[in-house]
């Protein structure tokens, strides 16, 4: 497990500098527009990324960016390649969130690999596709303004099976209606109708995942649980705030019940004490962000919760560039669950390589993160609101 995930970087020449950096804003749109969740309103269908090119040795790399500032980017200009690296083969933690994604697929697109090759846990086959589990996460609060719970459920259908219709078989459910936005009681009976009806949507093989925000309590977890407890549910995620002592109740309930359902937890301000509650068998899956901690944190976290036995499902809901970065990352951690898969397309980011089919994730064998981005559009962003250094 110890080697797992590092790059060789014995191929990098010592004289490979960062040339220039490059950050703009690329805006696109969901699907369909992402009503509320649990805890916030309406998500709407406008989404926008935050794309970094860095430029060494003449060519580029495209990735995500995060917390990089213009005055960051001007202490990295004129750096080696080389030294933005440990001596074990992973970008350094004060590098990470900023660049690792542009970095990364430059070293892809450099050595003409995918960089799930380059992180792979398991020696593949070149030029075979990367094929992972996904699962469709667009199912939000979209029937607040129907009065009707008849008319809630087959809104959500409708909405499942127009996902179904583009090749997803598993479907994440926003729960938790009546933690703010409906009567307590009314809104969970509203969602036990809509989890039964995408279930029925999904057919008997396709696995069913439910998410509350952390908007139900214990026992309202268990009285949900209870009442779909002849679906095909495959985990509750972010049932209630984080609490071990609640995670032990909720495990011994299930186990007692025979009721084969994991507990998921671990986006957003998640507990730190959640890796170590894993260990213990309170949580089954963990959940933390694909951009924010990251790739190489993954890289990393992941190979320690294979050796626990835990299982792996990056969050990356939000960003449109943590989608395909999920399908790579995948291949670095035996224990890897979903590719969480929301339908945005971004303007100037081509993703077409990409596609899902029979609840499958399909990475492409193309170099780097296997995105193109149109320099035209790229550019103007760049002078439009963005930065160069």
């Known amino acids: 497990m110890e080697g797992r995930g590092l790059m060789d970087i014995s191929f990098m020449q010592r004289d490979w500098k960062v040339e220039g950096i490059e950050v703009a804003t690329l805006t696109g749109e969901r699907a369909r527009s992402a009503g509320s969740n649990g805890r916030i309103g309406d998500h709407g269908q406008?989404?926008?990324?935050?794309?970094?090119?860095?430029?060494i040795d003449g060519e580029a790399g495209f990735g995500s960016t995060g917390l990089l500032t213009e005055a960051m980017a001007e202490a990295i200009v004129g750096m080696r390649l080389i030294d933005l690296f440990d001596e074990n083969g992973r970008v350094l933690e004060s590098y990470r969130i900023p660049l690792e994604y542009p970095i990364l697929d430059w070293i892809g697109r450099r050595k003409r690999l995918p960089v799930y090759e380059l992180v792979s846990a398991v020696k593949r086959n070149a030029g075979t596709p990367l094929v992972v589990p996904c699962y469709d996460t667009s199912l939000y609060f979209d029937d607040l303004h129907l009065k009707d719970d008849r008319d809630a459920v087959e809104l959500l259908?409708?909405?499942?099976?127009?996902?179904?219709?583009?090749?997803?078989?598993?479907f994440k459910i926003k729960v938790g209606r009546g933690g703010r936005h409906m009567p307590l009681w009314e809104g969970t009976k509203r969602d036990i109708g809509i989890i039964r009806g995408v279930a029925e949507v999904a057919g008997p093989a396709g696995k069913i995942m439910i998410d509350a925000n952390n908007a139900y309590n214990l026992n309202l977890t268990k009285e949900v649980?209870?009442?779909?407890?002849?679906?095909?549910?495959?985990?509750?995620?972010?049932?209630?705030?984080?609490?071990?002592?609640?995670?032990?109740?909720?495990?011994?309930?299930?186990?007692?019940?025979?009721?084969?359902?994991?507990?998921a937890d671990g986006e957003g301000l998640a507990s730190?004490?959640?890796v170590s509650w894993a260990k213990r068998g309170l949580v089954d899956v963990l959940q933390y962000d694909i951009i924010y901690p990251g790739f190489t944190h993954w890289l990393e976290l992941g190979a320690r919760l294979d050796e626990m036995g835990v299982r792996s499902a990056p969050h990356c809901y939000g960003s449109a560039y943590g989608i395909y970065a999920l399908g790579h990352i995948a291949a670095a951690i035996e224990n890897f669950e979903f590719v969480e898969y929301d339908d945005i397309a971004i303007e100037g980011m081509d993703a077409s390589a990409y596609r899902v089919e029979d609840g499958m994730?399909?990475?492409?064998?193309?170099?780097?993160?296997?995105?193109?981005?149109?320099?035209?559009?790229?550019?103007?962003?760049?002078?439009a609101g963005g930065w160069r250094r």
Do not use: M
Not at 230 to 253: G, P, Q, S
Not at 364 to 373: R, T, V
């Open 272 to 274: 730190p004490h959640l």
């Open 225 to 263: 649980l209870s009442a779909v407890a002849d679906v095909n549910l495959h985990w509750i995620e972010e049932a209630f705030h984080e609490d071990d002592a609640l995670y032990a109740d909720l495990k011994e309930w299930l186990r007692e019940r025979g009721q084969n359902v994991l507990i």
């Open 157 to 170: 259908k409708e909405e499942a099976a127009q996902g179904y219709a583009k090749g997803h078989r598993n």
């Open 46 to 55: 406008s989404c926008s990324v935050r794309i970094a090119r860095i430029t």
């Open 361 to 383: 994730f399909y990475v492409p064998d193309k170099a780097g993160f296997g995105l193109e981005f149109d320099e035209d559009v790229f550019a103007k962003q760049v002078r």
